[in-house]
């Protein structure tokens, strides 16, 4: 198994990660429960603070305060620091978060707290005593919220807007606490000021482009995402925020783009390339590649089969082209075969289809493998080890085989134990299932609460400094805070 341990998730802050698992439990192969909240983490540091007034209630004696830094908006990849005042001693009180999302659906989490001597609580430093988590956790009110409606997905679609949250601290540690001591509304968001926001509709392209502010030029990254279709523009609105020139990019189910994932053509993607390269506020020579799940699949086909590619990071991807055939000139990669009697059915109606997929190391399924020894490029794979979409973390050690089979560079694998399919940007509450649109069902995604929410934030910092590293001599403008 190739293995390699991230010594940022295991540093200062992220300490405490040394106590899961490592080498990995294997996956049981049974019906899995979902996970209990487990927490205990040091806070970041934030370097900035604001002061943000608080609604109290009517029949507070005492001016209830709320505090958070940096001030009463961030960027949803930013952590933000909380702090209540004007408490009673040892006084217990709830806190709890809310959003809706665009479509309206609810999202919360809860946390019981005890002030201390001073009347003061900062989340940095005292421990949740329960509720949807445990321990110092001064982003737990964030990762930790789960959705009212079962199996529901955060996705921001309008990146242009920022979700607001409700923070509200109540008194007493009743499950249903009823007496609101304060509350204020944080708003998230997904651009930061300066960052441009571009509709790209040239030739077969539906795109957005997102550019830094500045002058530039700044390094190029093509953003593609999985089977879901659509336009989602949060990962690369964000990723633009921290220097670089992003293009997020649809592929299907978009405007006058095909409405289903039937066959794909390299041609559309190769496109995507050359108008990234040839932008005037791109930095040359080469572009970059970000894809997740079916994303990582197309990336990996576009870095073995297309020219200018220098830097390419899969988040739980396949080395074998997955869904639909892909075309390129006069070539075919068919779609790997499926088996659907290896599907699981697991609790609450769940199905597991982690060992659907056909073996592409066995023929006849090779004729689906991606030719990634032709690959120029660099690679990076991150790996959820509870992947239970499909086996992410063979197809990473097997594209390492290939690379190194023909000499090639071996690519950086970082393991995240615990940790699921959907690894998201960090402080999105963890999806642990939802609705598989090519599946036709809801399907269960993998990863246990905590430990997923802590392989975000990582993986986040880690393509970052990939991307880096291989787009050229260019330092990040904005450092992550994390």
């Known amino acids: 198994m190739s293995l390699m341990r991230c010594p940022r998730l295991f540093g200062k802050g992220l300490a405490d990660l040394a106590n899961f698992p490592w080498p990995p439990i294997p996956r049981s192969q049974g019906p899995r429960a979902f996970p209990h909240f487990l927490s205990s983490k040091e806070p970041p540091t934030c370097c900035s603070s604001f002061w943000v007034s608080s609604r109290l209630a009517a029949s507070s004696c005492k001016a209830v305060t709320v505090t958070l830094a940096p001030g009463p908006r961030s960027l949803w990849d930013e952590p933000v620091a909380i702090a209540v005042h004007g408490l009673a001693p040892a006084q217990r009180v709830t806190l709890r978060a809310s959003l809706r999302d665009e479509t309206g659906g609810l999202f919360q989490a809860s946390a019981r707290y005890e002030a201390d001597a001073d009347g003061q609580l900062n989340l940095a430093r005292a421990p949740s005593l329960g509720g949807s988590y445990s321990g110092v956790e001064p982003m737990g009110l964030f990762w930790s919220m789960k959705p009212d409606k079962p199996f529901w997905r955060l996705m921001k679609r309008d990146v242009q807007t920022p979700f607001p949250v409700d923070l509200e601290v109540y008194e007493g540690h009743d499950p249903q606490p009823s007496k609101l001591l304060a509350q204020v509304v944080h708003e998230r968001s997904f651009l930061r000021p300066g960052v441009k926001r571009i509709p790209v509709r040239e030739g077969s392209l539906r795109a957005t482009l997102f550019l830094p502010p500045g002058s530039g030029p700044f390094p190029g990254i093509i953003d593609i995402f999985g089977a879901g279709g659509g336009l989602p523009e949060y990962r690369a609105s964000l990723l633009a925020g921290h220097g670089f020139a992003v293009l997020a990019l649809a592929y299907y189910a978009f405007e006058d783009l095909p409405k289903e994932m039937k066959e794909l053509h390299l041609e559309y993607f190769e496109e995507a390339v050359q108008y990234l390269k040839n932008h005037s506020q791109v930095k040359g020579p080469g572009v970059g590649l970000l894809g997740f799940s079916k994303g990582g699949d197309l990336c990996l086909s576009m870095a073995s089969h297309l020219k200018d590619i220098t830097s390419t990071v ?42 659907v997929l056909n073996n592409p190391l066995e023929e006849p399924n090779r004729k689906s493998l991606i030719p990634i020894e032709k690959a120029e490029s660099c690679f990076l794979f991150l790996v959820g080890l509870d992947d239970h979409n499909w086996k992410s973390e063979f197809y990473a050690n097997e594209a390492a085989k290939l690379l190194q089979a023909h000499g090639k560079k071996k690519p950086d694998i970082i393991c995240y134990p615990a940790t699921g399919h959907y ?16 599946v036709g069902t809801h399907v269960v995604w993998g990863g246990e609460i905590r430990a997923h929410s802590m392989a975000q934030i990582d993986a986040w910092e880690q393509l970052q400094a990939f991307f880096c590293k291989h787009l050229g001599n260019y330092q990040i403008t904005h450092p992550s805070k994390l």
């Open 423 to 438: 690894i998201e940007p960090p402080y999105f509450p963890v999806c642990l299932a939802s609705f598989h649109g090519l």
């Open 314 to 355: 899969i988040i739980n991807g396949s080395v074998a082209n997955i869904g639909c055939a892909l075309h390129y000139k006069d070539m075919t990669i068919p779609p790997l075969k499926v088996d659907p009697k290896r599907i699981k059915i697991i609790e609450d109606g769940l199905v597991d289809i982690v060992d």
